[in-house]
T-cell receptor
Framework: SQQGEEDPQALSIQEGENATMNCSYKTSINNLQWYRQNSGRGLVHLILIRSNEREKHSGRLRVTLDTSKKSSSLLITASRAADTASYFCATPSGGYNKLIFGAGTRLAVHP | NAGVMQNPRHLVRRRGQEARLRCSPMKGHSHVYWYRQLPEEGLKFMVYLQKENIIDESGMPKERFSAEFPKEGPSILRIQQVVRGDSAAYFC???????????????FGPGTRLTVT
């Protein structure tokens, strides 16, 4: 079964607005990662947050982690058309860092 | 430092043929992961390999699928007697491993899009 589940499944916003995506997971983790995938391309690692961190920033990205609720959120501020992509959360599993991905949030940013 | 390379980028096979997908990890990376992505879905783990060893193949279908990572050369994902349901994007990722330094980040290749007709 899926470890991570994102919501919403799809999000459509205007340039300049903020986009918030959420991810829930089921088992204990030592970190959670967010990836971006442009249409027809591979995945790009965005940010990793460890289980002992509550919030992390990288440029226009802000990630939060609530281990008590087993949830994380990704906020993209001042969105741009180039942010249009699918965003996935992933958690390592099995002691070997194999990643378990959610189904993703498809973000469309309109100029 | 070249990234993870996969070839071919697109592969068309007729039902019953064999598909061979190749993955060259980033330089210095000794750990390779294969994932499969169906349309509109997230990636699903298939297999984790180190040089000459399969570490975890819990996500591999029991039949027709095999993977290897030889001492020399790329990692190969092999699908025998392909069926339409095998049509998907197959991604390879590599990481430096767990012993050299803590590295949870995986670096993904561009994927091979397999179409079975």
């Amino acid at each position: 079964s899926q470890q991570g589940e994102e919501d919403p499944q799809a999000l459509s916003i205007q340039e300049g607005e903020n986009a918030t995506m959420n991810c829930s997971y089921k088992t204990s983790i030592n970190n959670l990662q967010w990836y971006r995938q442009n249409s027809g391309r591979g995945l790009v690692h965005l940010i990793l947050i460890r289980s002992n961190e509550r919030e992390k920033h990288s440029g226009r990205l802000r990630v939060t982690l609530d281990t008590s609720k087993k949830s994380s959120s990704l906020l993209i501020t001042a969105s741009r058309a180039a942010d249009t992509a699918s965003y996935f959360c992933a958690t390592p599993s099995g002691g070997y860092n194999k990643l378990i991905f959610g189904a993703g949030t498809r973000l469309a940013v309109h100029p | 430092n070249a990234g993870v390379m996969q070839n071919p980028r697109h592969l068309v096979r007729r039902r019953g043929q064999e598909a061979r997908l190749r993955c060259s990890p980033m330089k210095g990376h000794s750990h390779v992961y294969w994932y499969r992505q169906l349309p509109e879905e997230g990636l699903k783990f298939m297999v984790y390999l180190q040089k000459e060893n399969i570490i975890d193949e819990s996500g591999m279908p029991k039949e027709r699928f095999s993977a290897e990572f030889p001492k020399e050369g790329p990692s190969i994902l092999r699908i025998q007697q392909v069926v339409r349901g095998d049509s998907a994007a197959y991604f390879c990722a590599s990481s430096p491993g767990l012993r050299t330094r803590p590295s949870y980040e995986q670096y993904f290749g561009p994927g091979t899009r397999l179409t079975v007709t």
